[in-house]
């Protein structure tokens, strides 16, 4: 399932790794660290919002990664690049601000159709892509519910959420289109798409469903601008639209574009070497990931990366719209080691897991190579550990449990510029 906030903490890692040539300890002039700090309170500057991550708490009054700080410090030492594997959606190579930082397997040549490094990979000249032509997928519960009862309690769990879910998103869906219908016809009434707070005040209706949400809709429009607000109406339709079309579709068959046995993982050799996917927009999220960790800094393209040309990006497509396969994400956790990854990112994560001993093996193999995995926390701001009981959520390294079995695993909560 794609995450949409997790992401700083693992660059700062990987920026960590790339500036040492040598795993040794290094000697630099310590940082003064105030015995008191006070947080800034004041609004944050438009230039502040956009990089408040890379500022500092006792320089910059805000609670970033010190990443400029960093820059400083490590401005006369030699830099040794580490290769980030991103584990997502996909990732647009050809992006500006990026294809200058994509890895490329130097072992494989181009177009030829052959493995030439016998890795298993025909032509993985930038990653690989275990999710060949297909997009979108159901949520792991969903999955569940098709394989039929069972008598488990995981079957149970998995028929009550689907129930929840089901509900909530037809309600959702009937609400998003509604608000839409709604504004279809207050812009042929006003003869206008980008009406104001002032033009629904002077609107006349009757309509009573236009008259009922006019207040709520002038009091929306007084505060943001109207494409902000159809942005968010889009936005919503198109996320129940693909719940009910996809994500909780007991009919819909993601997998089977791909051809493979998801419960069989030694049915390999599937998807293909176009890491950004069928779809560039479906790309977006790894794009956004890759961007966030190397993206090249103060050359005008967008934001500034944390590693910039410290790292190199290994992408590896193997999250879905909806919930990813074990089988994939164990997968890609193998590629990645295997093909040279020191750190891999993963934004991604679900609550049920069927072949959880397969992502297990591979976060275990990943420790023994010594590469960093940097799983997301979650989008929910749920408690992981409420009442001293470790929440059901994959990828973890505790088979939820108290004893870790990796040593180069971190789950990473997101934060804001806001302490409080």
Request: net charge negative; proline share 3%; charged share 30%.
């Amino acid at each position: 399932m794609r995450l949409l906030k997790p992401l700083y903490l693992s660059a700062a890692l990987a920026f960590a790794l790339s500036s040492c040539s040598t795993t040794k300890s290094i000697t630099a002039a310590p940082l003064t660290v105030p015995t008191t700090i006070v947080a800034k309170k004041a609004k944050l500057t438009e230039t502040e919002e956009k990089r408040w991550s890379h500022l500092d708490l006792e320089r910059d009054t805000i609670p970033g990664m010190s990443v400029d700080r960093v820059y400083e410090l490590l401005k006369d030492r030699k830099s040794t690049k580490v290769i980030v594997g991103v584990v997502d959606s996909g990732i647009d190579i050809e992006h500006p601000d990026l294809k200058a930082v994509i890895w490329t397997n130097t072992k494989e040549i181009a177009g030829n159709g052959i493995d030439d490094d016998k890795n298993g990979y025909i032509d993985d000249i930038h990653g690989w892509n275990f999710l060949g032509e297909a997009e979108h997928e159901n949520m792991e519960f969903v999955r569940i519910l098709k394989k039929g009862d069972d008598g488990s309690e995981t079957y149970k769990r998995a028929k009550a959420e689907y129930d929840a879910e089901y509900q909530q998103a037809m309600a959702g869906k009937q609400q998003m289109d509604f608000i839409s219908n709604i504004d279809k016809q207050i812009k042929t009434l006003l003869k206008k798409e980008d009406y104001t707070a002032d033009d629904l005040k002077n609107l006349t209706s009757t309509d009573p469903q236009i008259n009922a949400v006019k207040p709520q809709l002038i009091q929306i429009l007084s505060n943001v601008p109207k494409s902000e607000f159809d942005a968010q109406i889009k936005g919503g339709k198109d996320h129940y639209d693909s719940q009910v079309k996809y994500h909780l579709n007991m009919e819909f068959d993601g997998r089977k574009i791909v051809g493979d046995n998801p419960n069989d993982f030694n049915d390999r050799g599937y998807g293909n070497n176009n890491v950004t996917g069928p779809v560039k927009q479906g790309a977006k999220h790894g794009t956004h990931v890759a961007g966030i960790i190397a993206q090249g800094r103060g050359n005008n393209l967008g934001g500034d990366g944390v590693a910039s040309n410290n790292v190199q990006i290994m992408a590896v497509r193997a999250v879905p719209d909806g919930d990813e396969y074990d089988k994939d994400v164990a997968l890609a956790i193998r590629y990645a080691v295997d093909n040279g990854a020191k750190v891999i990112n993963g934004s991604f994560g679900k609550y049920y897991s069927p072949h959880s001993e397969w992502v297990y093996d591979a976060i275990k193999y990943a420790a023994e190579k010594d590469v960093l995995i940097v799983c997301a926390a979650g989008n929910e701001g749920m408690d992981l550990n409420e009442g001293g009981k470790v929440k059901e959520r994959y990828p973890n390294d505790n088979k939820l449990s108290a004893t870790e079995i990796s040593d180069t695993f971190l789950t990473i909560g997101a934060l804001n510029y806001d302490l409080d």
